[in-house]
């Protein structure tokens, strides 16, 4: 269960910090879509180099998010800011140094591979038409091949070598590996991979594919209906939450008050406690309360975020109760 | 950049020109062999037509062009969603990050859908013009001729240009999206049947065009989703 009224929102500061440069930049980025607030209120910076993992279940407004960062659509209130200028402002000298993987992958079916690479040398001045060719062949993909005849994974290659032969500074990505088969998806990460080791680039990238978060971001932002609950490294996500297995000699006691409490599983005499800070004065409560076997769980970040993003107030109330 | 979104049109909708335009040539060849198109027992060839009724109706195969108007409201409404939407729709990603301001990609989309349009409606008159000129008519071939039946294709443009207005304008309701391409339709007639000289039809059509280029281009520069 979400314990939402316990939950300590979880926040990182950066090393260093008054010497970044930062990439992306938010204040209070706010999004209404008639009297449906979808993002609300989200600041968070994405310094120069940083691989950035924005992560949600559907619906919590990653895509909005996105939207606005790159001026697509217009914040209610608040502001969003790439390389230091307004993102609803953007000069074209400063698009140029930006790719965009949308959603879907959404690209001209009628059109072939050369075509949009055509497209694409015209407008981007950092146009790599050889590295471009080299992204196609490790895809195993043809130029003369139309859009419409690929299929979801092929697309998304495309649109990501179409982005990545712009040479961008700033590469941003919506789900990127949405809909798409493992193979591929481990193809397209490796790309990803090797593009980010290239020096000075910096990705924000959202997904549903923890798993492949967790192999490429630095930091990690969580989203929950419109709110950034968590923006700090993965590392400190993971340190600042864990997961504890306790067993009880008896029923397993009250445990809603415990500080930091995020999620609660609890079978007769046994409970995995999911804790925001949990730390010596976390095991002395439990110990007051007849715990007789403490464990801290390695945790993938995927047991952690579905932790930290199941259910809602309702689940919670009843589920709280049952364990009480 | 203008240019590579004027050939991207011209890659992906080459089959739209070239079917009105084979359409729009089928039609003028019919108004040049035949008169009039409405006989049903078989249509005299334009030879035959000829004898007896040159004095009415020398300028029968270009005017009768005009009656084209109906393809060509079609084609331009046609045109122009297809042409239009796939920018704000899924593309719109992959459209809009372009380096370069939204106002020039409007001016490319505009001036490679406007080429596009007009050039079966300009193919069809020229063969009828050339037709004409070549021809032995008894009455001399005056310019008006020639642009009457471009009335037509303009009223068809105004629909071109209304139909990007209403893939481009911020609407979700489908049936309050497709109003601006009803707007045309009391103008288109008064083009074609009410004011008094070809000139005037033109002028007050070119009109219309100045502003809907200004509103399709504001439309798209404030777009979006």
Redesign the interface.
Known sequence: MKLSGLRTELGGNYPGEAAIVLAIETDKLTRYYNDRCAVNQVTFRVPEGCVYGLLGPNGSGKTTTIKMLLGLLKPTRGTARLFGCESHRLPPALRDRIGYVAEGHELYRSASIRDLADFQRAFFSKWNGRSFKQMLDHFRLLPKQRIRHLSNGQRAQVSLALTLACDPDLLVMDDPTLGVDPVVRRRFLESMIQMIHQKGRTVLFSSHVLADVERVAHRIGILSFGVLRVDCTLAEFKEKLRRVRVVFDTTVPPLLDLPGLVWVEATARQSILTIAHYDGTHEAALRRRGARHIEVLESSLEDLFIDYNSGGPTQFVSRARAVE | ?I??IV??DF??GWFWVAGVSLLMVAYAVLNLAAWPAEFTLGRVVRPFAMIGIVEVDTRFPLVRLSDGALLAVLYGVGFGLWQAL?EV??????F??????RWRLALGKLISGSAMFWVPGVVATGLATGWCTWASLPAPLEAWMVSAPLVGWLVGYLFYLSAVAAAWRPARWYGGRLLPIFVPIPLGYVMLEVVPTVGIAWVVGMVYVVFLWLVDVFLLVRW??
């Open positions: 950049m240019t590579a050939k991207k890659r992906a796939p729709g899924g593309a719109c990603g992959f809009f990050m372009r380096p370069c301001p979006e989703g």
